[in-house]
């Protein structure tokens, strides 16, 4: 079985954020950039499924050169092969498209995507690759096993889960819970700097989303912060009660 | 105007009220709104006609008798196509998030997900959503023609219109190659989902212990709400991960969201800071999550909670 794991580059959650003069992206500068968390459980979850059916494991990114640095953790860790796809575009549609070309190219049976990318949130991308395959998508999996061509998941949803079949190939997204990542080893890393990255080029489709503009959340909550007396808990509940109307 | 297709989900056997939200959003950039639902029945969809939408195109095609996103996609664009709409509209739901994208392509559509608002003054669609853990908002507008949205669920507010509600009964042809199906939902029993309830009662590591956590779930139920953790006392065992709530967990919007003992890491803050109203009880003053909240207490969990418990007991 030949799985491909898409992972992707984000700022740090802690970084502070502020808005770039042109007003529509945010200043590079001071930001720390990581490996997606949730992609740390794609990784994994790529190379347990080796590790049981075997098959090869390849990661692949699509972005600027810096996020090569990703796909060392990536063979750190211990996937086969990564796969660099140069790209500047932030547009969710022209990324998918590159990981359908590559996917293609790769003759993969199945691709794993983390939850979400934490820098848009935008819980999009595994579903554009199954949309652009026409191949079946399950996405937050927790728990997930695979026998023969046989896929069998568990999801989560609003107030449950669901046990949802299916078959390869086809495109899963995985979530915390699923396994616990593996940390790679100091030679490890030494040995990933050293590997080959296998460059790709952007198939380059137009994008279809565009920023307008950035701003900062302003805050328009109250902030009445009061103290631990029975005067201020009855006052919180008179509050919530009279002002809020919530209770 | 161009038309715009809302596309409905139940609960039960009422319409997630999320889909209601849905339908005065679109209502609030287009005139002409239009649905479309799977094998619901006239009874649960007359709700929709209260909340204004004039027609419902309700699909019974086997292969929709249960929910399978290829086959739901499929049929949702094929509604689209044949009522002329160049506009679909989701709530980002857990079916939702996974549908919209896929639809998107089949429809030809830019999508944007899980925006908070939608404004039509410039005679295109712009929408906003938060970005970097809710540290920052984007307004993105769609190149496409047609266009895909969705919308997080208890943003948009409901509001009723009653109209006359046309249900038509569709079978639409679509060819389903391999495509998933749902063997079976476990429902958290007797227990209410963070992702469902309107007051949640979370709790952090302020509580201390495990067995502190009767705390939160005898807050939670004074207030008819729902228990949530931070994450570190769901990775420290004390709480099941279903009840986490924050960037690796549940994005949740409740009317009111309490959290105790959460001290407001900005992690914790992308997953509820979009809440309508925000208490914080924090022994801290200087607790990150004050700066987010409403009304706060400053004070030790294990001394406020009883209280407040108690006081809304009393005036039940
Ligand atoms: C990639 C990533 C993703 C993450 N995702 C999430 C997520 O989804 N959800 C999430 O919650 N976190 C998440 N985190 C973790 C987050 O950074 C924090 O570590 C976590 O939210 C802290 O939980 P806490 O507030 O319960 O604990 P702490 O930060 O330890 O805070 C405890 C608070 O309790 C207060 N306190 C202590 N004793 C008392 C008392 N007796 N009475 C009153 N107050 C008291 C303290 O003043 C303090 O403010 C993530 C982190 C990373 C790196
Ligand atoms: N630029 C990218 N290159 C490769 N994979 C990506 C990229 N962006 C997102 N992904 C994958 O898509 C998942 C969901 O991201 P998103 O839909 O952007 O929230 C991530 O966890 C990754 O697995």
């Known amino acids: 079985m030949n799985i491909l794991v898409c992972i992707s580059q984000v700022p740090d959650t802690t970084t502070k954020i502020t808005v770039a003069d042109n007003g529509n992206s945010i200043n590079p500068q001071g930001v720390k950039f990581i490996l997606n968390p949730y992609d740390e459980y794609t990784i994994e979850e790529g190379l347990q499924l080796r590790e049981k059916l075997g098959g090869t494991v390849t990661a692949i990114t699509v972005g600027n050169v810096s996020s090569q640095e990703i796909l060392r953790t990536a063979l750190a860790m211990g996937v086969d092969e990564a796969v660099h ?138 902030g009445i912060i009061l103290g631990d007396s029975d005067a201020d808990i009855s006052e919180l509940v008179r509050l919530l009660h009279e002002e809020s109307k919530v209770i | 105007m161009s038309t715009i297709l809302v596309v409905l989900e139940s609960q039960g056997s009422n319409l997630r009220r999320a889909s209601l939200e849905a339908i005065t959003a679109a209502k609030s950039v287009s005139s002409s709104v239009i649905g479309v639902a799977f094998n619901l029945s006239e009874q649960t969809l007359s709700v929709a006609g209260e909340y204004g939408l004039a027609k419902v195109s309700n699909v019974t095609n086997a292969e929709v008798s249960s929910y399978s996103t290829v086959a739901y996609a499929k049929a949702i664009t094929e509604v689209a196509n044949s009522s002329n709409a160049s506009t679909i509209i989701f709530s980002a739901t857990a079916h939702g998030k996974e549908l919209a994208p896929y639809v998107a392509v089949l429809f030809n559509a830019g999508y944007a997900s899980d925006c908070i608002a939608l404004d039509n003054a410039s005679g295109q669609i712009t929408a906003k959503r938060p970005i970097y853990a809710g540290k920052a908002v984007e307004t993105i507008t769609i190149s496409t023609e047609k266009k895909v949205f969705s919308l997080r669920p208890n943003i948009f507010t409901a509001t009723k219109a009653p109209t006359s509600l046309t249900v038509e009964s569709k079978n639409v042809s679509i060819s389903v190659g391999t495509t998933s199906t749902v063997k079976n939902t476990i429902r958290n029993e007797g227990k209410l989902d963070v992702l469902e309830a309107d007051i949640i009662v979370s709790g952090g590591r302020g509580l201390k212990a495990p067995e502190h956590f009767h705390l939160v779930e005898e807050l939670a139920s004074a207030f008819g709400g729902a228990v949530g953790a931070s994450r570190a006392v769901v990775d420290a065992g004390w709480r099941p991960h279903g009840e986490q709530v924050g960037q690796t967990g549940k994005t949740v919007s409740p009317n009111l969201y309490v959290a105790c003992g959460i001290s407001g890491a900005v992690q914790h803050l992308a997953g509820m800071s979009s809440s309508k109203v925000i208490v914080a009880i924090n022994k801290d003053k200087d607790a990150p999550i004050f700066k987010v909240a409403d009304y706060g207490l400053v004070g030790d969990v294990f001394d406020i909670l009883p209280k407040l418990t108690a006081k809304l007991q009393s005036i039940k």
């Open chain 1, 85 to 222: 796809v140069l790209s500047d575009s932030k547009d969710a549609f022209s990324v998918a498209n590159d990981i359908v070309d590559a996917a293609k190219a790769l003759s993969i049976d199945l691709i794993l995507f983390g939850r979400q990318s934490i820098d848009f949130d935008s819980f999009q991308m595994a579903s554009t690759v199954a949309g652009l395959l026409e191949q079946p998508i399950v996405t937050m999996v927790s728990s997930l096993t695979i026998s023969g061509t046989s896929v069998s998941t568990e999801r989560d949803v609003e107030g449950g889960k669901e046990v949802v079949e299916t078959s390869l190939p086809c495109v899963i997204s995985v979530q915390k819970g699923i396994n616990s990542p593996r940390y790679p080893k100091l030679p490890d890393i030494m040995k990933a700097k050293k590997r080959t990255i296998i460059e790709r080029s952007s198939v380059n489709v137009a994008s279809r989303v565009s920023t307008v503009s950035i701003e900062l959340p302003s805050s328009k909550r109250a």
